[in-house]
């Protein structure tokens, strides 16, 4: 093996369970990802993105089928146990939620929400944790993050709860970082600044990412893989300059129209 | 907080103004009055007892009066018990529904929170559906219907209890009015907690801590369950309230002598001062009681801290 796998899905599907009988959210999706490689999914809203990084992470919702294989560094995650899935989240394999709003808890300060990840996975002690935890926020660019420790969600801004939403997966350094439209709800400019970050802690500390957005804009951006998924599946895959010269597919066709109608960066880049 | 406190219970002022104001004018315009019976009275001790009373005066005049008293912490004589202030009574009664009160919802917290966060997270099994059964059974049966069916069981069948009376406030004489009380609230609390834990599980920040590794445990009792009591306290400000004064039922069938009592009695017997006086104490325990509750909502709820 030439380069160490970090993430390696085989024929990946998650089948929910629906009152007119099962739903395929996802369908046979495979893909491999390299140490250091950021591999972007784009695709439209409800194409199936989300429930496959929440498959990848055993949160797929309760009664739901996972079928196929993903290996995270050589260890088999679907169907794996509970508690060996459990150690594995936060610390191995992390993920960086949608909405920064609501994906904080507002009843715990910053700092518990972060020191509990270290508590955890790294049986730290609170004092420990939260010193680690101070690091890390400024490590994501935080400004005074001693106080922020001792904030409440709703003190901060969106584009500071989204830092302190990517410090939180970082925390224990894991080998992939899940990243689901983690620059959706900003503005440009943080968006920017957020995509740098994810660019120079990639460089640093050498982990995966797998990016899902529906803006070709910032893959175009960040991305050295692109994989295109449309109603499941991924009906196109390639580094990121093939794609976008010579998309395949109309899926890919009409995502860079859609990108070239909105965003100035897109077209430069297309 | 302390003047968030503060400027709470100043406005409880005008509150309670208007309760007494709005108690007062609709006792004097029901008819009838407390010295009313079948046997006639003398007209000169009639005018005697109304003297006395100030009854003889303008209603104006008497209700002013009235307020200069409340303000002194003076809630007057009662007119039907004839030795007795309305203070003497409320004293009497008070403790005893505050114990039977306080019980209750203490048992039905402990019955119910549990219940409750079962049902919650074994949603649509047996367990949710027992528990759902318990409650819905609580809340349907009436306190009058449930109070004596125990009496029945426990008191005359099993003979493990007594069937009634305050007996000094013993233990074993309390178990089976408090029980009587505490299980339509049990029922409450348990589908009140059930529906807002159900709420907070599927929130996208208990999904973050899930994503984090975070053991059930903490999810569970750091993530879920704080922000799911919120409702839960909001309901049992008021219902703490509702379960001290409610109590007439049960001070009736387990013979206790309370203030329930006293305060039907007062209604029929048109006795004025009794009356208003339990209005005014009942008033007085819900401003309490709401301003407990915002406090811990605040406690709990960062975004509430004033």
């Known amino acids: 093996m030439s380069a160490v796998l970090a993430l390696?899905?085989?024929?990946?599907?998650?089948t929910h369970a629906a009152a007119d009988g099962a739903r395929t959210v996802v369908s046979d999706v495979s893909f491999s990802l390299p140490r250091g490689r950021i591999l972007g999914i784009a695709g439209e809203s409800g194409c199936g993105k989300t429930q496959l990084l929440l498959a990848l992470l055993g949160l797929s919702p309760p009664g739901a089928q996972v079928g196929g294989s993903a290996l995270l560094s050589g260890q088999?995650?679907?169907?794996?146990d509970r508690r060996v899935l459990r150690r594995l989240r936060g610390n191995r394999i992390a993920m960086v939620f949608q909405d920064p709003m609501t994906a904080l808890n507002p009843y715990l300060t910053i700092g518990t929400q972060l020191a509990e990840v270290l508590q955890v996975h790294r049986g730290l002690s609170k004092s420990q944790a939260l010193l680690h935890s101070q690091r890390m926020l400024e490590a994501v660019g935080i400004?005074?993050?001693?106080?922020?420790?001792?904030?409440h969600p709703h003190e901060l801004s969106g584009g500071m709860r989204q830092r302190v939403l990517l410090a939180m997966a970082l925390l224990c350094e894991p080998d992939v970082l899940l990243a689901d439209e983690p620059t959706t709800a900003l503005d440009v400019t943080v968006q920017a600044q957020i995509l740098d970050l994810l660019l120079d802690l990639r460089e640093r500390l050498g982990m995966a990412v797998v990016l899902v957005t529906h803006d070709m804009g910032v893959l175009a951006q960040v991305a050295d893989d692109v994989a295109v998924m449309h109603a499941g599946v991924l009906v196109e895959q390639g580094p990121v300059q093939q794609l976008f010269d010579a998309p395949q597919s109309t899926a890919t066709q009409s995502l860079l129209a859609a990108a070239r109608q909105l965003s100035p960066t897109a077209q430069g880049l297309v | 907080m302390l003047s968030f406190i503060g400027k709470r219970l100043l406005v409880a002022i005008p509150t309670l103004l208007v309760i007494i104001t709005l108690a007062f004018a609709l006792l004097h315009a029901a008819p009838g009055g407390p010295f009313d019976s079948d046997k006639v009275l003398v007209p000169e001790i009639r005018a005697a007892i109304e003297a006395r009373y100030h009854l003889d005066e303008p209603v104006p005049m008497q209700y002013l009066r009235y307020l200069g008293g409340v303000v002194r912490g003076d809630f007057g004589p009662s007119f039907q018990y004839q030795d007795s202030s309305v203070n003497d009574?409320?004293?009497?009664?008070?403790?005893?529904?505050?114990?039977?009160?306080?019980?209750?919802?203490?048992?039905?917290?402990?019955?119910?929170?549990?219940?409750?966060?079962?049902?919650?997270?074994?949603r649509n099994t047996v367990w949710d559906r027992a528990a759902s059964a318990i409650a819905l059974l609580?809340?349907?049966?009436?306190?009058?219907?449930?109070?004596?069916?125990?009496?029945?069981?426990?008191?005359?069948?099993?003979?493990?209890?007594p069937a009634g009376d305050w007996g000094e406030g013993a233990l074993r004489n309390l178990v089976l009015p408090v029980v009587a009380l505490s299980l339509p609230y049990v029922a409450y609390i348990a589908r009140l907690l059930r529906a807002s834990l159900l709420d907070v599980l599927h929130t996208p920040w208990v999904r973050t801590a899930r994503a984090k590794g975070m053991p059930w445990r903490t999810v569970l009792l750091?993530?879920?369950?704080?922000?799911?009591?919120?409702?839960?306290?909001?309901?049992?400000?008021?219902?703490?309230?509702?379960?001290?004064?409610?109590?007439?039922?049960?001070?009736?069938?387990?013979?206790l002598p309370g203030i329930g009592r006293f305060f039907v009695d007062g209604a029929f017997n048109r006795d004025y001062t009794v009356v208003m006086g339990v209005t005014i104490l009942y008033g007085v325990l819900i401003v309490l009681a709401n301003l407990l509750a915002d406090v811990v909502q605040a406690l709990l709820d960062p975004r509430m801290r004033p």
């Open chain 1, 76 to 80: 088999q995650l679907v169907g794996a």
């Open chain 1, 143 to 151: 400004d005074a993050p001693a106080r922020r420790l001792r904030q």
């Open chain 2, 89 to 122: 009574l409320i004293a009497q009664g008070l403790p005893i529904d505050l114990t039977i009160g306080l019980l209750a919802m203490g048992l039905a917290l402990l019955i119910g929170v549990p219940l409750g966060v079962v049902a919650a997270l074994r």
């Open chain 2, 222 to 255: 750091r993530h879920a369950l704080r922000p799911a009591l919120l409702p839960l306290v909001a309901f049992l400000g008021p219902a703490t309230v509702g379960v001290i004064t409610g109590s007439i039922a049960i001070e009736t069938v387990f013979g």
């Open chain 1, 8 to 14: 390696q899905v085989d024929g990946l599907s998650v």
């Open chain 2, 138 to 161: 609580g809340i349907s049966v009436p306190t009058y219907v449930t109070a004596p069916l125990l009496v029945l069981l426990f008191a005359v069948s099993l003979r493990w209890l």
